[in-house]
């Protein structure tokens, strides 16, 4: 066999490879997209919560909202939710600042993020965030 030929054959595998590889990670990257808007979802459905920014690729802006909790608190309020969401390893999330609003911020990238996980995001931001109000209220007193 010649040399062009097997490089003409290891040519085309590695384009058929590539070929293979850019399609997955079209998928993948649709996948996190649809991720992103059910996370939306599950905030915006929630009287807790509230987004700060459409969802237009795989990123979410939100924060935790109780009607209780003067405009002026929430900044604050989320910090802290953000600093123990983190310590409690149920999720990663960053933060962010919007119009002046401190936000949490979740860049959806991981390809084994199932349905699930989401929910439990939303759930736990909701109970963390109660624990948070609850302290903040004591600290008022």
Same mark, same amino acid.
């Given at each position: +066999?010649?040399?062009?030929? &097997?490089?003409? %054959?290891?040519?085309?595998?590695?384009?058929?490879?590539?070929?293979?590889?850019?399609?997955?990670? =079209?998928?993948? %990257?649709?996948?996190?997209?649809?991720?992103?808007?059910?996370?939306?979802?599950? &905030? =915006? !459905?929630?009287? $807790?919560?509230?987004?700060?920014? =459409?969802?237009?690729?795989?990123?979410?802006?939100?924060?935790?909202?109780?009607?209780?909790?003067?405009?002026?608190? &929430?900044?604050?309020?989320?910090? $802290?939710?953000? +600093?123990?969401?983190?310590? !409690?390893?149920?999720?990663?999330?960053?933060?962010?600042?919007?119009?002046?609003?401190?936000?949490?911020?979740?860049?959806?990238?991981?390809?084994?993020?199932?349905? $699930?996980?989401?929910? +439990? &995001?939303?759930?736990?931001? %909701?109970?963390?965030?109660?624990?948070?109000?609850? =302290?903040?209220?004591?600290?008022?007193?």
């Amino acid at each position: +066999m010649s040399r062009i030929f &097997l490089g003409t %054959i290891v040519s085309a595998f590695a384009v058929v490879a590539l070929t293979a590889h850019a399609a997955r990670a =079209d998928t993948i %990257i649709e996948q996190n997209v649809e991720q992103a808007r059910y996370l939306a979802g599950l &905030l =915006d !459905s929630r009287p $807790e919560t509230e987004l700060l920014a =459409d969802v237009a690729l795989n990123v979410v802006c939100f924060r935790y909202r109780p009607v209780e909790v003067a405009e002026e608190r &929430l900044n604050e309020l989320n910090r $802290e939710l953000l +600093m123990r969401l983190e310590e !409690s390893g149920i999720a990663v999330v960053s933060g962010t600042v919007l119009e002046g609003k401190f936000a949490l911020r979740a860049a959806i990238v991981n390809h084994r993020s199932r349905k $699930e996980d989401f929910q +439990m &995001l939303v759930d736990a931001v %909701i109970k963390i965030g109660a624990t948070v109000e609850r =302290d903040f209220c004591k600290k008022s007193l």
